[in-house]
């Protein structure tokens, strides 16, 4: 007789059941907090070198479980690998973020690929399966991609911005070429996705960072469609992909875009209305969230207090315990241990 394979409480919390204390993971889980990580990072060079070199990327992604113990491992990588394998030069500069050449002419975005060189994911997928096969069968793999709509920010304007007020303006004045960026991250995505189920990955975090910074207009058109149809496109090929969306800042555009996008759940920031979200959102889909990462770094009883809200406002309904954004670099390690201790040790 064959085993049952053994299940994963993040995966039965997408799939529908509630679970009675919350499985748990971090935004940004591998990173600067940690001094294992920064010894790989310097190692490795340049940050795309730790993206693409498989062993790095593979050995970072597996840090924070082995330290923490969390129910979800997201694979190393980064949303600006979808723009450098759209040709786009993607630089990371230390201290001062991504920067790239700016795409912000109908002119230079006519000389766009229509889709990604899919040969630059292989490091990616490699990486994939090397976690894969080392991780504990009840810890998920989480996949990723930026959403179109901010991966087309950092390609507009070259680097972050307050706003993203340069592809605001772009997408307002010349929306016809604006929307062939948006076609090409769609395309692009739908495969690199397609690529990480393949290679290992059991389920997929679309991070729409900036979703928060448009009018309804323009989030239905450029945040909600594009999402909506890579997910379409990834389930045309892969029907049972479990998919989460982070429209950060969404609030309460948040309904219309779980309706529309068919996701099975949705990361939420710490500024949510919890009636709002319970009766709107989790009452379709799980939950992610949504602790502020500023009470992780205060900690002591600010931080149990935040905890203790998560817990009280979400945990009745299917909730998977997370930040509201990623960790911050001065993030103390005895917090992360002292919020994971408080969860699970939840009695709901
Ligand atoms: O969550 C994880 O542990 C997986 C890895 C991951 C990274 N970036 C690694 C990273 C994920 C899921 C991302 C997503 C990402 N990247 C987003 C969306 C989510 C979010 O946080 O808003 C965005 C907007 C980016 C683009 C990006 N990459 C920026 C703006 C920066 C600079 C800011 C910073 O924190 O330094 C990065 C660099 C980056 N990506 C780092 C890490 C660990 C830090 C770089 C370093 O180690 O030197």
């Known amino acids: 007789m064959t085993q049952p394979l053994p299940s994963k409480p993040f995966l039965d919390v997408l799939a529908?059941?509630?679970?009675?204390?919350?499985?748990?993971?971090?935004?940004?889980?591998?990173?600067?907090?940690?001094?294992?990580?920064?010894?790989?990072?310097?190692?490795?060079?340049?940050?795309?070198?730790?993206?693409?070199?498989?062993?790095?990327a593979a050995e970072v992604t597996l840090q924070p479980i082995r330290r923490f113990g969390f129910d979800a491992a997201i694979i190393f990588s980064d949303i600006l690998v979808v723009?450098?394998?759209?040709?786009?030069?993607?630089?990371?500069?230390?201290?001062?973020?991504?920067?790239?050449?700016?795409?912000?002419?109908?002119?230079?975005?006519?000389?766009?690929?229509?889709?990604?060189d899919g040969a630059k994911f292989a490091p990616v997928y490699e990486a994939l399966r090397r976690v894969r096969a080392e991780l504990d069968p009840k810890i998920a793999l989480i996949g990723f991609c930026g959403a179109p709509w901010t991966v087309a920010t950092y390609m507009v304007a070259g680097q972050g911005t307050p706003d993203q007020a340069p592809a605001r303006m772009l997408a307002y004045r010349e929306p016809q070429a604006f929307a062939k960026i948006i076609d090409a991250l769609v395309e692009s995505s739908i495969g690199y996705l397609l690529g990480q189920l393949e290679a290992g990955a059991d389920a997929l975090q679309i991070f729409d960072t900036w979703a928060g910074v448009l009018p309804p207009r323009e989030f239905q058109r450029w945040s909600v469609e594009?999402?909506?149809?890579?997910?379409?496109?990834?389930?045309?090929?892969?029907?049972?992909?479990?998919?989460?969306?982070?429209?950060?800042?969404?609030?309460?555009?948040?309904?219309?875009?779980?309706?529309?996008?068919?996701?099975?759940?949705?990361s939420i920031d710490w500024t949510a209305e919890p009636s709002l979200m319970r009766e709107r959102v989790q009452s379709k889909v799980a939950l992610q969230g949504n602790l502020d990462p500023l009470a992780l770094i205060a900690g002591g009883d600010a931080l149990d207090r935040a905890i203790d809200?998560?817990?009280?406002?979400?945990?009745?309904?299917?909730?998977i315990f997370n930040?509201?954004?990623?960790?911050?670099?001065?993030?103390?390690?005895?917090?992360?241990?002292?919020?994971?201790?408080?969860?699970?040790?939840?009695?709901?």
């Open 83 to 116: 723009p450098y394998a759209l040709g786009r030069n993607v630089r990371f500069e230390v201290g001062e973020g991504p920067r790239l050449d700016p795409l912000d002419t109908p002119d230079k975005i006519a000389t766009l690929p229509p889709r990604a």
């Open 226 to 266: 594009p999402t909506r149809r890579i997910i379409a496109g990834v389930r045309a090929k892969a029907p049972h992909a479990k998919i989460i969306g982070f429209p950060r800042g969404a609030g309460a555009l948040l309904p219309g875009y779980v309706e529309a996008t068919g996701v099975n759940g949705v």
């Open 16 to 56: 529908g059941t509630r679970q009675a204390v919350p499985p748990l993971w971090m935004m940004r889980q591998a990173g600067r907090y940690l001094p294992e990580y920064r010894e790989v990072r310097t190692k490795a060079g340049g940050f795309l070198d730790l993206c693409f070199n498989p062993e790095f």
């Open 323 to 348: 930040l509201g954004h990623g960790i911050q670099p001065e993030t103390p390690i005895a917090h992360v241990e002292r919020m994971v201790k408080r969860v699970r040790g939840y009695r709901g």
């Open 309 to 319: 809200d998560v817990l009280e406002n979400y945990a009745q309904g299917r909730l």
